[in-house]
């Protein structure tokens, strides 16, 4: 059996995920970037534009990115096909992180 992707939810909008985000927006894909602020993710994807990664060459597709916050946007993840968890390298964090993605998907 095979199962497209065709939305990914990023958890954590630091250097990998912005990337991880830019990859998906480029192969048409509904992102969403979450990370502890939405001013934090909205940062990450406007480098996109700035030329800070070169996986996304289509700049007009940066509006398949949506940008939101852990505490405000979390449930959202329940309608994205992936979830890609890629927040800073603390044990307690992921756990915490991994937790809500059980409550919410």
Known sequence: ???N???????GA????SGIAALAAEKNCKVLLLDISEEAAAKSRDALLLGHNQALSDVSKKNNIEVGSFDKDFDKIKDFDWICEVVVENIKIKQDIFKKIEEHK
């Open 14 to 17: 630091g250097t990998m995920g």
């Open 5 to 11: 992707i065709n939305s990914v939810a990023v958890l």
């Open 1 to 3: 059996m095979t199962s």
